[in-house]
Structure formats: C-alpha cells, structure tokens
C-alpha cells in the first residue's frame, strides 16, 4: 500500500506560479499511474493530470493545457505539479492519487489512493 502527501499550495496572484509535490511512503511509485485533481467548494472533483511513472508519458485536462507541467523524480518517489499562468479559477484543493499501471486514467474512481489535499488559492 502506498501513503501520498501533497504539498506546495499557498495563496498566489492571478499569473503567478507554485508548484505541488506528491510524495509516496510504504512502497515506490514503480508500476504506478499517478494522477493530480481539484476540488472547488461545492464542484465535482475534476482531473487535472496524469503520468505513467515507469514511461512518463502524461496527460492534461484541456483547462490547463499549455500551463501545467507534470513530472516525476526517481530519487525522490516524487511527482510535481507545476503551475504557471495560475487563474481565479484554478482556486481549489489538490489532490494526488494513485493506481497500479496503465493510463491515463481521467476518473476518480479509478484511482485506489489518495492524498489529503493542499489548497490552492488564486487572487484576482
């Protein structure tokens, strides 16, 4: 089983950047698809992103398309969610998760794992 803690998040002006971490305990991400969603209050959770962590092949919601960057670090059991060109709207709580193999996976339920959230709050 794999434990996943998300970090990173801040309050940040409309066109800055942050970037979230997701680190794995109990197991490496070794055979894992790794996936990074959002909540707002009152909204359905909604994919962001996704890596194969053994081909780092990924995918993005068109919504952050061209702004978003996802990436992984071996060393570190490590996947990063790098925002740039940050909106009002991408006000939310992130959220990491996981599953063995395959992808990508754009739905919740697909996943097996998560992480407890970091909130990301986005100035106009």
């Known amino acids: 089983q794999v434990q996943l803690v998300e970090s990173g998040g801040g309050l940040v002006q409309a066109g800055g950047s942050l970037t979230l971490s997701c680190a794995a305990s109990?197991?490496?991400?070794?055979?894992?698809?790794v996936g990074w969603f959002r909540q707002a209050p009152g909204k359905e959770r909604e994919f962001v992103s996704y890596?194969?962590?053994?081909?780092?092949?990924?995918y993005y919601a068109d919504s952050v398309k061209d702004r978003f960057t996802i990436s992984r670090d071996n060393a570190k059991n490590t996947v990063y969610l790098q925002m740039n060109g940050l909106k009002p709207e991408d006000t939310a709580g992130y959220y990491c998760?996981?599953?063995?193999?395959?992808?990508?996976?754009?739905?919740?339920?697909?996943?097996?794992?998560w992480g407890r959230g970091t909130q990301v709050t986005v100035s106009s």
């Open positions: 998760a996981a599953r063995i193999g395959g992808g990508p996976f754009v739905r919740p339920y697909f996943y097996d794992y």
């Open positions: 109990g197991r490496t991400f070794s055979g894992y698809a």
């Open positions: 890596i194969n962590w053994n081909y780092g092949n990924s």
